[in-house]
């Protein structure tokens, strides 16, 4: 069963730490989610309600209700004792607890997914004594209902929630179990508490950290990296590759692990080390993995894994790594098809290397980053397939096809409306396959020119006010900006132009303007 969050926290009881350790190893039929801790807003009596574990699947929703110790009851007060004798006095019955948060959770469904689905859902709940034999017999509840140590051993975990599935779907009548676009539909109303993480930015001290929620793709990938020891991703310029990468390593490093994250550019590498929350994370460019001792890491993770992906190189990641390629973990995040070429050295018999050791393949296919625009101008100049936007409709892409001295005009132009805007040119990043000496920007009027800075970390962590960034397209590889401004080499050969006019036209999230300046004395 998958655990949403895949790790406990760090303050749940004895009990609760050993029912999320057995429902984590369960494969129960009807039943695919396991969501611990979940706090609710609205209740008939409380301000907050807390339910320990929801079970969520075709099946419906199981509010499970865990009091760990032993467990009595006296004159209509219930009481737990802990392992020391120590009894605790509880404020209503864990049944009549389960049961209202369960009422609790049912309106808040109704109003965040609609009542329609929620009439056609079965709802039920119960409650687990791990540490005691519980045979009190009582009108108030069923047998079935009461989940305790002696019927963990007779029955085990599967029959006990298939038993109390069934006694809920047999007072449910008119409802029906759910189909996988449901079950989904109710995990994405309760998961986001679980699944928002730190993205990649600029880090400008004055911005606060800024959470993001992961598509349904990208939590699968997560989840599939903590159940498959060795990992590639495939995907193409913004399905969020090196954010994953990120939480990827962040997730390890919370297990103790040695946690290495490398990529061929030195820019992405020190942008990444910046980062907020990358303690005890090695972070560097791959030419100073070498520097490293043998098995010095327990996993290795590589962004912009095609520029790495040939024999040489493996061999390096093969005696940093704890296991070799054949039995230690790491994972791979790529684009194969669009973005190789530019730097490194990609070779297929590397790449069969790799899938030899039987990697788990996930494909990546939601792009976070770029507007509909960008998608469909990158995929008519391209021909790359770029996924499934969702970053929903943005400006149009402009097209600045001129003379040399004329493209840096209009480029001025652009500059001068985005100011007058009121848009932080700070976000603006030009791009060339050139320096910023033999690029069509060099041609600027001197007020424009004198603004704009080449990008190392400094500029990229406190981006000077009103100044524009430059950078070549291959050392921004990985990294994105809300406007871009790209100058296109069609004098190179057809190869090296498509991956150059690909990595460059999607490092843009809102806005792209393409410039193809025209040699002047070419007459064109």
């Known amino acids: 069963m998958r655990m949403i969050p895949n790790r406990i926290g760090s303050n749940p009881s004895r009990a609760e730490k050993d029912i999320f350790a057995q429902l984590s190893e369960l494969e129960a039929d009807g039943w695919q989610y396991a969501l611990h801790s979940l706090n609710l807003p609205e209740h008939e009596r409380k301000r907050v309600c807390e339910i320990d574990f929801l079970l969520l699947g075709p099946r419906g929703l199981l509010v499970l209700e865990a009091k760990g110790g032993g467990i009595s009851r006296r004159n209509g007060v219930w009481h737990t004792q802990d392992l020391r004798g120590t009894r605790h006095r509880l404020k209503e019955s864990p049944l009549e607890q389960a ?6 959770l049912e309106n808040v469904l109704r ?4 009542p329609e689905l929620v009439r056609r859902t079965v709802f039920g709940y119960g409650v687990v004594f791990p540490d005691c034999d519980f045979n009190a017999v009582s009108v108030e509840w069923r047998p ?3 989940i305790d140590a002696a019927r963990l051993r007779a029955e085990g975990w599967a029959a006990c929630l298939d038993k109390l599935g069934t006694f809920w779907e047999g007072r449910s009548n008119g409802r029906s179990q759910l189909s996988s676009e449901e079950v989904e539909q109710y995990l994405s109303a309760l998961r986001p508490d679980f699944d928002r993480v730190l993205s990649l930015r600029r880090l400008d001290d004055l911005v606060e950290k800024e959470l993001v929620a992961l598509t349904t793709r990208q939590y699968r990938a997560l989840d599939h990296h903590r159940r498959n020891p060795r990992l590639i991703f495939e995907g193409g310029a913004g399905t969020g590759k090196t954010m994953l990468a990120v939480e990827m390593c962040r997730r390890a490093r919370s297990s103790g692990d040695r946690v290495l994250l490398t990529c061929r550019s030195d820019i992405l590498a020190s942008f990444i080390r910046a980062q907020p929350d990358l303690d005890d994370i090695t972070v560097v460019a791959f030419d100073q993995v070498p ?8 996993m290795v993770v590589v962004d912009e894994a095609q520029d790495i992906v040939n024999e040489q190189d493996l061999k390096v990641i093969e005696a940093a790594l704890c296991g070799g390629l054949a039995d230690g973990r790491w994972s791979f995040l790529l684009d194969s098809n669009n973005q190789r070429g530019l730097v490194g050295r990609y070779e297929e018999t590397a790449m069969a290397t790799l899938q030899a050791q039987r990697p788990a ?34 400006r149009e892409v402009v097209v600045i096809d001129a003379h040399r001295s004329e493209a840096a005009v209009a480029v ?16 603006v990043v030009l791009l060339s396959p050139h320096d910023m000496a033999n690029s069509v920007f060099v041609e ?9 800075d080449a990008l190392d970390l400094m500029r990229m962590r406190k981006p000077g006010r009103g100044r524009v960034g430059f950078a070549k397209v291959a050392d921004f590889k990985g990294l994105e900006s809300r406007y871009v401004v790209l100058e296109t080499d069609e004098d190179t050969d057809e190869q090296t132009a498509r991956a150059q006019l690909y990595v460059g036209m999607t490092r843009a ?6 410039v193809k300046p025209a040699d002047q004395e070419a007459g064109r």
């Open 99 to 104: 049961r209202s948060s369960m009422f609790a």
């Open 111 to 114: 109003r965040d997914v609609g």
């Open 144 to 146: 079935e209902m009461v």
């Open 291 to 298: 520097t490293f001792d043998v098995d010095a890491f327990d």
């Open 361 to 394: 393949v996930v494909d990546l296919m939601d792009n976070c980053r770029n507007t509909t625009e960008i998608v469909e101008a990158t995929r008519d100049r391209t021909g790359a397939d770029l996924g499934v936007t969702t970053a929903g409709h943005g």
């Open 412 to 427: 001025a132009a652009v500059l001068a409306e985005l100011e007058e805007h009121d848009v932080p040119l700070e976000q």
């Open 444 to 452: 600027l009027p001197a007020p424009w020119r004198q603004r704009v």
């Open 509 to 514: 999230k809102a806005a792209l303007w393409i």
